[in-house]
């Protein structure tokens, strides 16, 4: 090891143990320094053993206050192992949980790692309902309306969620509901309409997401529609099948359906939706009345 390494080492280790000292619980570390640390410097020099990444459970809250290093691709693939996506992010993540997800949303909001998307959007349609729920909505990607009013969920589909919320005796205001994708795909050439995301956009958006998931932690998740659960679950079975069945991701369990725009144009299967709403009711241990399990059952 050269002199001049071991005084980088050392001023690196003085820098991290007087964050500690001053309560600091994570360390961010960028994408391009996290690869140059993975590269060739670090195989040249095997003994650097005493900062290496650190996985975060997606357990109870308190790793506020748990000191530890975090180094985080700043793309992670949602299927992987958990590691602090709001730490890759935000770098120093606050203990107060508004306050985490109030620089989260900032950070959103300036996001261009998709260059065609942020050329394009209106707006970075970031969630919207209770940081604390236990019930947590996550569907593919904002579309034209959710773009102009910067809320996910807020057009023809998204009324039709609202009501189904409501069916379930909750409200938008005491879920959470949020896209995989921040940004509305672009639809270049067109004057209107939208379009799925690709994986690889919602690969690369996913840390914004998953650090949503991480800091609400739901107890449930419901997936809206088939790309919502391939995006999210890495499933590719299709809908049609896994629709009504349990899946889990990091430990939550997740109840796949039916995107509500989907519903709009088969109203038909709206007992099945409502029969997968019934299951994510007696999951979360929320009362169930009589008529709410007549609802949508074919008149005699
Ligand atoms: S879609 Fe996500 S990653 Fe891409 S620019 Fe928007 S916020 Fe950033």
Request: glycine fraction near 8%; include cysteine; proline fraction near 8%.
């Amino acid at each position: 090891m050269t002199d001049a390494y071991r005084q980088l080492l050392d001023s690196t280790i003085h820098h991290l143990e007087s964050l500690k000292a001053r309560g600091s619980s994570f360390v961010g570390v960028e994408a391009d320094t996290f690869a140059s640390l993975s590269g060739p410097l670090a195989a040249a020099v095997p003994a650097v053993p005493s900062v290496k990444p650190a996985v975060v459970s997606l357990g109870a809250r308190p790793e506020f206050t748990k000191p530890r290093l975090v180094a985080a691709p700043a793309v992670t693939p949602m299927a992987s192992p958990a590691v602090s996506a709001a730490a890759s992010i935000l770098g120093v993540v606050p203990e107060s949980l508004d306050e985490a997800m109030a620089q989260l949303r900032e950070k959103a909001s300036g996001c261009v790692r998709c260059p065609n998307l942020a050329a394009a959007r209106k707006s970075v349609v970031f969630g919207v309902g209770d940081i604390r729920a236990r019930l947590m909505f996550i569907g593919e990607a904002p579309g034209a309306d959710e773009d102009a009013q910067a809320e996910p969920f807020v057009g023809p589909a998204g009324q039709l969620l609202t009501k189904i919320i409501a069916a379930m005796g909750l409200s938008r205001q005491t879920v959470y509901i949020a896209n995989l994708l921040k940004c509305r795909p672009d639809t270049p050439g067109e004057t209107g309409g939208n379009r799925k995301p690709t994986l690889d956009e919602m690969k690369t958006c996913s840390p914004y997401v998953l650090a949503q998931i991480e800091l609400i932690k739901p107890k449930v998740i419901v997936a809206l529609g088939g790309t919502a659960v391939e995006g999210l679950l890495g499933n590719f079975t299709g809908i049609m099948k896994l629709r009504g069945s349990w899946q889990t991701f990091r430990g939550i369990p997740v109840m796949p359906t039916h995107h509500p725009d989907f519903l709009l144009q088969a109203l038909s299967e709206k007992r099945k939706v409502w029969e997968d709403m019934l299951k994510v009711l007696e999951r979360l241990s929320l009362p169930v009345t009589e008529k709410q399990r007549g609802f949508f059952l074919p008149k005699e």
